[in-house]
């Protein structure tokens, strides 16, 4: 499959580009190791799970960041493991409406290389998914995630803890990932890019 690469957007010194790769793309491999890398040096963690879609934000020709994420529709999301009931019944109970599961992606696998490429990641994926027609965002976020989400003004659902119990022996995989102390969250895709787009 052919792999997409487009300009997102251009800071005041150097371009920042987006590239897409999904199984059987000339960059997965890339994609793949620059996660584990990232995760490896920062929770000496061994992630050998990653979402079927990836994307790179690269500067300079270097990768910076990088983000996975699978539809709800097509698979049982990987954070439905920490909760009790399937994601849509979840969030329907916490935003008071129906939310169906069509609607719903899960983004994971988000690394970065330096500081505010998650940004750059957050922003370039929910233009991405929006597009895809996704109304609904959800992730597994740390203590440090949520903090920076606040900053900016997201409003989001906390629907659980990320219990690493709820894994059974796959937790010893994630270092000290738990230490974070992440929790499940869920937010609209179109609110969070208005708010962003407000503050730009």
Known sequence: M???????????????????????????EEAEDFIRSVFARRYNARTASL????????????????????????????LERYLDTPIEVAMAQ???QNVVRERIVEVGNLAADKPGGSIHVILTLGRHLHRLGFEWVV??????LIGI??????????????????????AAAWGT????????????????????????
């Open 2 to 28: 052919q792999t997409v690469r487009r300009k997102v957007f251009e800071p005041r010194s150097r371009p920042i580009t987006a590239t897409h790769t999904v199984a059987g793309s000339p960059r997965r």
């Open 51 to 78: 979402a079927p879609n990836l994307a790179l934000l690269e500067q300079d020709d270097r990768i910076i960041a990088a983000a996975g994420w699978r539809g709800a529709s097509t698979d049982k999301l990987f």
């Open 94 to 96: 916490l935003a008071g």
């Open 139 to 144: 992730f597994t976020a740390t203590q440090e």
């Open 149 to 170: 989400l606040t900053k900016l003004g997201l409003p989001m659902l906390a629907l659980a803890k990320a219990d690493p119990a709820r894994l059974g022996d796959d």
């Open 177 to 200: 990932y738990y230490d974070t102390q992440p929790i499940v969250v869920a937010g609209r895709i179109q609110l969070g890019l208005d708010r962003m787009s407000r503050q730009a």
